[in-house]
């Protein structure tokens, strides 16, 4: 069993704050036998943009993480204190001074094992002001239990198919998703078919109100023929709070071995479409970035 804690909660006002709030909750998931813990959608900054952030846009600026800097090292010192494996969301920097909305998975040891950088930035809005990220990568994740192929898609991802098919191709069993919007019955939809479709789990941690509507969700991407399954795991109301899914490993590789999603019986000569960039109407969007 893979145990996951959706860590539903407000951030703070500052970096330091926000590291404090996850701490709390960290140590309280790792005290319930917990695997692995998600943070929602760029947690040092409270998914605040510059002009929204309390203490103003530079300092917003300054809040941003460098991989392996002072503030993210935190985040490494208490995952392996507290033996639990952190996906930590956040507003990335990097030396040529372009900013990402991205996701480090931090092992139970502490280690970085993959850094995801969000590829579908909502170029309609703020996130305009990150670079996309150029790939879906998937890492081994080791338990106490056993190894599990992780991926990584945040918020938006969700939105093309092609994001969870790709994690999929690349091996991962299980997608964290941090998140940051309004979820409304379609969106939640989302998740159960990216997991149906490619025969994964999917774990995703949303903020609550006041910020937004909490609706913190995991899907076992399974289906039992002749039975009324139902493969949502758990689903959190609008309230701040942590809701664990658990997700039976052996089962779904069993259930990966024998049924007829996933890369079972596709036929990719023939989607050639799907990689040309030519754009037609009622599609073509000024500000999109391809």
Same mark, same amino acid.
């Given at each position: 069993?893979?145990?996951?804690?959706?860590?539903?909660?407000?951030?703070?006002k500052t970096v330091s704050e926000n590291f404090e709030i996850a701490k709390i909750?960290?140590? +309280?998931?790792?005290? +319930?036998?917990?695997?692995?813990?998600?943070?929602?959608?760029?947690?040092?900054?409270?998914?605040?943009?510059?002009?929204?952030?309390?203490?103003?846009?530079?300092?917003?600026?300054?809040?941003?993480?460098?991989?392996?800097?002072?503030?993210?090292?935190?985040?490494?010192?208490?995952?392996?204190?507290?033996?639990?494996?952190?996906?930590?969301?956040?507003?990335?920097?990097?030396?040529?001074? +372009?900013?990402?909305?991205?996701?480090?998975?931090?092992?139970?040891?502490?280690?970085?094992?993959?850094? !995801?950088?969000?590829?579908?930035?909502?170029?309609?809005?703020?996130?305009?002001?990150?670079?996309?990220?150029?790939?879906?990568?998937?890492?081994?994740?080791?338990?106490?239990?056993?190894?599990?192929?992780?991926?990584?898609?945040?918020?938006?991802?969700?939105?093309?198919?092609?994001?969870?098919?790709?994690?999929?191709?690349?091996?991962?069993?299980?997608?964290?998703?941090?998140?940051?919007?309004?979820?409304?019955?379609?969106?939640?939809?989302?998740?159960?078919?990216?997991?149906?479709?490619?025969?994964?789990?999917?774990?995703?941690?949303? !903020?609550?109100?006041p910020k937004l509507n909490g609706k913190s969700c995991a899907f076992d991407g399974?289906?039992?023929?002749?039975?009324?399954?139902?493969?949502?795991?758990?689903?959190?109301?609008?309230?701040?709070?942590?809701?664990?899914?658990?997700?039976?490993?052996?089962?779904?590789?069993?259930?990966?071995?024998?049924?007829?999603?996933?890369?079972?019986?596709?036929?990719?000569?023939? !989607?050639?479409?799907?990689?040309?960039? +030519?754009?037609?109407?009622?599609?073509?969007?000024?500000?999109?970035?391809?």
């Open positions: 069993m893979l145990k996951i804690a959706l860590l539903q909660i407000n951030a703070g909750n960290i140590e +309280n998931a790792a005290q +319930n036998a917990t695997d692995v813990v998600i943070l929602p959608e760029l947690w040092n900054v409270g998914y605040d943009s510059p002009d929204e952030y309390s203490l103003g846009k530079d300092e917003w600026e300054k809040s941003a993480f460098f991989i392996g800097d002072t503030e993210f090292s935190k985040y490494q010192e208490i995952a392996k204190h507290f033996e639990v494996a952190v996906l930590l969301p956040f507003l990335e920097k990097d030396n040529k001074g +372009n900013f990402y909305n991205s996701a480090s998975l931090i092992d139970y040891k502490g280690n970085i094992i993959l850094n !995801y950088q969000k590829v579908h930035t909502v170029d309609k809005a703020w996130e305009i002001l990150f670079k996309s990220g150029e790939n879906f990568p998937v890492a081994e994740l080791k338990t106490k239990n056993g190894p599990v192929k992780i991926g990584c898609m945040i918020c938006y991802d969700r939105e093309f198919p092609e994001t969870a098919r790709i994690l999929m191709l690349n091996g991962a069993e299980i997608i964290l998703v941090p998140n940051a919007c309004v979820l409304e019955n379609n969106r939640i939809a989302q998740f159960q078919s990216r997991g149906f479709e490619n025969m994964l789990g999917v774990a995703m941690t949303n !903020y609550p109100k399974m289906r039992v023929k002749g039975e009324d399954y139902d493969p949502l795991l758990v689903v959190a109301d609008d309230e701040e709070g942590v809701w664990y899914a658990s997700f039976d490993i052996d089962k779904l590789r069993k259930y990966r071995e024998k049924e007829i999603w996933g890369d079972a019986y596709r036929k990719p000569r023939l !989607y050639k479409k799907l990689t040309e960039d +030519n754009v037609l109407q009622p599609f073509v969007r000024k500000d999109a970035r391809r």
